[in-house]
């Protein structure tokens, strides 16, 4: 077997491991890929996240739910966690930085988790500000990191009142920064009310949302 | 359930309940956390002040000119309950109770679990409180357990912790819905000793069961034949209906939902869908048996103009006049804390201009 067919088929159990929540596989097929000198963002990018990907697509489809995603995305951040020592200091993705949080008010966070694994696996750098996260948090985790995107989640249609005001907190300091918005109550007609960029019904989608907010390629 | 001559808020709802049909839909919004600020108080009253809880509601049903009728119920169930700590809401942004710390977060924690004293913890007593005012009211006692099984399972464990578990250590899962289980039955059954079990309704949400958090597979697995359980145990007790609100999108659990009895003795079941269902849906698989409630979405009675929820709630009671066992205009969730109080009326004039039988 070639290097390139063994790059291939080992980038291809990396990614079916992902797709199939197995931590323990993903990990071990994660080692090997280093052991036979395999680049680890290479590892990451065609291979943890082409799973992640493919999981997306299949929550979109509706064969995954939320607890085959959070299996996958143990398999995912175990593996990543294995290969991050490894990453060159030079393989920037060049994605882009997204802030993401739960608003005040609102402790649900499992679709913002979701959001956020799908944005990490896609190459995004994302800051996770947790949950009931307060209103001048956003604005200033911005200005420290000048990330391109605020991801703003809600399920309540309480909290989800604190969007706007989010948003034009965030506007005033930087009108340039795109705003994403999500969350059960939260709906595309939002987006033009409340002023924000771009809405992602789903986690899956919300990548493609942040790519079109930066002009990013649609799919890589 | 108070049959007699003096009306009450609820006077339409009980009708309907007993066969009786009424002149016109009752409107019966679900709104909790909008009448104690209506009435100038905090959010957090209408959780930790019973008496104040029932009154806001009982007021702005009377203030607005809507069908009632009073209901404590919160959607964290469990978590404070079996022992760990919740939040009232406090800030505007916040509707509800919010759980910060969940009591069994794992495996060896749920095995551990142990049941409750039956009425001594969490909301349990507050929740007896309110039905005391409902009964003093000659209201529906509409009382424990407030949450289905998975959802009180989901508030004890964390719903994140829950969902590995149904693919990664199932067993736990399956000890955790069995204590779950146990606890909604011995929390119903001290409505029934302290109330007419004719007079008590048991107000059941199950918002975690959502085809937005687990496949329709999963719900016949592990919700399905504990959720059974429990409506079955209610029903021995002597209660005849049970009211359901099956919250989120729940299109692909409804086959398992048919499964599940929610009344005795050709009473109607009072079951209550989220706007992602389709209304016609609801009534074609359970309106021969059930009284419908819904399903004007939330977030139109928030963020809609009175024009667009009237003409909304308009759709709604179209389509729901047609159930044979009646039809209940309410919105798809709770009603939003902040709705505009204009949209709320615009509900009412709906109803006062579509919802008559003629």
């Given at each position: 077997?070639?290097?390139?067919?063994?790059?291939?088929?080992?980038?291809?159990?990396?990614?079916?491991?992902?797709?199939?929540?197995?931590?323990?596989?993903?990990?071990?097929?994660?080692?090997?890929?280093?052991?036979?000198?395999?680049?680890?963002?290479?590892?990451?990018?065609?291979?943890?996240?082409?799973?992640?990907?493919?999981?997306?697509?299949?929550?979109?489809?509706?064969?995954?739910?939320?607890?085959?995603?959070?299996?996958?995305?143990?398999?995912?951040?175990?593996?990543?966690?294995?290969?991050?020592?490894?990453?060159?200091?030079?393989?920037?993705?060049?994605?882009?930085?997204?802030?993401?949080?739960?608003?005040?008010?609102?402790?649900?966070?499992?679709?913002?988790?979701?959001?956020?694994?799908?944005?990490?696996?896609?190459?995004?750098?994302?800051?996770?500000?947790?949950?009931?996260?307060?209103?001048?948090?956003?604005?200033?985790?911005?200005?420290?990191?000048?990330?391109?995107?605020?991801?703003?989640?809600?399920?309540?249609?309480?909290?989800?009142?604190?969007?706007?005001?989010?948003?034009?907190?965030?506007?005033?300091?930087?009108?340039?920064?795109?705003?994403?918005?999500?969350?059960?109550?939260?709906?595309?007609?939002?987006?033009?009310?409340?002023?924000?960029?771009?809405?992602?019904?789903?986690?899956?989608?919300?990548?493609?949302?942040?790519?079109?907010?930066?002009?990013?390629?649609?799919?890589? | 359930?108070?049959?007699?001559?003096?009306?009450?808020?609820?006077?339409?709802?009980?009708?309907?309940?007993?066969?009786?049909?009424?002149?016109?839909?009752?409107?019966?919004?679900?709104?909790?956390?909008?009448?104690?600020?209506?009435?100038?108080?905090?959010?957090?009253?209408?959780?930790?002040?019973a008496e104040?809880?029932?009154?806001?509601?009982?007021?702005?049903?009377?203030?607005?000119?809507?069908?009632?009728?009073?209901?404590y119920?919160?959607?964290?169930?469990?978590?404070?309950?079996?022992?760990?700590?919740?939040?009232?809401?406090?800030?505007?942004?916040?509707?509800?109770?919010?759980?910060?710390?969940?009591?069994?977060?794992?495996?060896?924690?749920?095995?551990?679990?142990?049941?409750?004293?039956?009425?001594?913890?969490?909301?349990?007593p507050l929740a007896l409180a309110f039905s005391r005012y409902?009964?003093?009211?000659?209201?529906?006692?509409?009382?424990?357990?407030?949450?289905?099984?998975?959802?009180?399972?989901?508030?004890?464990?964390?719903?994140?912790?829950?969902?590995?578990?149904?693919?990664?250590?199932?067993?736990?899962?399956?000890?955790?819905?069995?204590?779950?289980?146990?606890?909604?039955?011995?929390?119903?059954?001290?409505?029934?000793?302290?109330?007419?079990?004719?007079?008590?309704?048991?107000?059941?949400?199950?918002?975690?069961?959502?085809?937005?958090?687990?496949?329709?597979?999963?719900?016949?697995?592990?919700?399905?034949?504990?959720?059974?359980?429990?409506?079955?145990?209610?029903?021995?007790?002597?209660?005849?209906?049970?009211?359901?609100?099956?919250?989120?999108?729940?299109?692909?659990?409804?086959?398992?939902?048919?499964?599940?009895?929610?009344?005795?003795?050709?009473?109607?079941?009072?079951?209550?869908?989220?706007?992602?269902?389709?209304?016609?849906?609801?009534?074609?698989?359970?309106?021969?048996?059930?009284?419908?409630?819904?399903?004007?979405?939330?977030?139109?009675?928030?963020?809609?103009?009175?024009?667009?929820?009237?003409?909304?709630?308009?759709?709604?009671?179209?389509?729901?006049?047609?159930?044979?066992?009646?039809?209940?205009?309410?919105?798809?969730?709770?009603?939003?804390?902040?709705?505009?109080?204009?949209?709320?009326?615009?509900?009412?004039?709906?109803?006062?201009?579509?919802?008559?039988?003629?």
């Amino acid at each position: 077997m070639s290097a390139l067919q063994e790059r291939q088929e080992l980038l291809h159990h990396i990614r079916d491991a992902v797709v199939d929540y197995d931590e323990e596989v993903t990990v071990e097929l994660c080692s090997n890929a280093i052991q036979v000198g395999l680049d680890a963002y290479d590892v990451v990018a065609n291979g943890l996240a082409l799973g992640m990907e493919e999981v997306g697509q299949l929550y979109e489809q509706k064969e995954y739910f939320v607890p085959e995603v959070l299996m996958c995305s143990d398999a995912f951040y175990a593996g990543l966690q294995h290969l991050k020592p490894h990453i060159r200091s030079d393989a920037a993705t060049g994605s882009g930085q997204v802030i993401i949080g739960t608003v005040e008010g609102d402790v649900h966070d499992i679709g913002k988790n979701l959001v956020k694994l799908m944005l990490e696996a896609a190459g995004f750098v994302v800051h996770d500000l947790g949950k009931d996260v307060p209103l001048d948090k956003f604005v200033q985790e911005q200005q420290r990191t000048g990330a391109d995107i605020i991801a703003l989640s809600a399920l309540m249609t309480t909290s989800m009142l604190a969007i706007p005001v989010v948003i034009e907190k965030m506007r005033a300091v930087n009108p340039n920064v795109k705003i994403l918005i999500g969350g059960a109550p939260v709906s595309q007609e939002s987006v033009d009310l409340y002023g924000a960029d771009g809405y992602a019904e789903t986690a899956a989608r919300a990548v493609d949302e942040a790519r079109r907010l930066l002009d990013l390629p649609y799919q890589e | 359930m108070h049959t007699g001559n003096t009306p009450t808020v609820a006077d339409r709802l009980v009708r309907l309940i007993h066969g009786e049909a009424p002149e016109r839909v009752p409107f019966v919004p679900f709104i909790l956390g909008f009448c104690a600020k209506d009435a100038g108080y905090p959010v957090s009253v209408t959780y930790e002040d019973a008496e104040k809880s029932f009154y806001t509601q009982l007021h702005t049903a009377e203030k607005y000119g809507f069908d009632g009728t009073p209901l404590y119920f919160y959607a964290s169930y469990g978590a404070w309950e079996f022992g760990g700590e919740v939040k009232m809401p406090q800030s505007q942004w916040e509707q509800a109770t919010m759980i910060t710390q969940h009591p069994a977060e794992s495996p060896e924690a749920v095995e551990a679990l142990e049941l409750p004293p039956v009425g001594a913890t969490g909301s349990v007593p507050l929740a007896l409180a309110f039905s005391r005012y409902q009964a003093e009211h000659q209201l529906p006692v509409i009382g424990a357990p407030q949450v289905g099984v998975f959802t009180a399972a989901g508030n004890i464990s964390g719903v994140s912790k829950l969902a590995r578990w149904l693919i990664k250590q199932p067993e736990t899962a399956h000890t955790l819905l069995r204590k779950a289980t146990d606890h909604l039955v011995d929390t119903v059954g001290l409505w029934v000793e302290h109330f007419d079990p004719a007079q008590v309704l048991p107000f059941i949400g199950e918002p975690t069961a959502s085809n937005q958090i687990i496949s329709p597979q999963q719900f016949e697995t592990f919700v399905l034949p504990y959720q059974r359980e429990l409506h079955e145990k209610i029903l021995d007790m002597g209660i005849n209906s049970i009211v359901c609100h099956i919250c989120g999108d729940q299109t692909a659990n409804l086959p398992h939902w048919q499964q599940i009895p929610f009344s005795r003795d050709g009473f109607p079941g009072l079951l209550s869908f989220d706007h992602r269902v389709d209304l016609q849906q609801a009534i074609d698989l359970f309106g021969a048996d059930n009284i419908i409630t819904g399903n004007v979405e939330p977030r139109m009675i928030q963020d809609g103009s009175p024009d667009e929820v009237y003409h909304l709630c308009v759709e709604k009671i179209t389509i729901g006049k047609t159930a044979p066992r009646g039809y209940v205009l309410m919105s798809g969730c709770e009603v939003p804390v902040q709705a505009p109080p204009d949209n709320i009326r615009a509900m009412v004039q709906a109803i006062e201009d579509h919802g008559y039988y003629r």
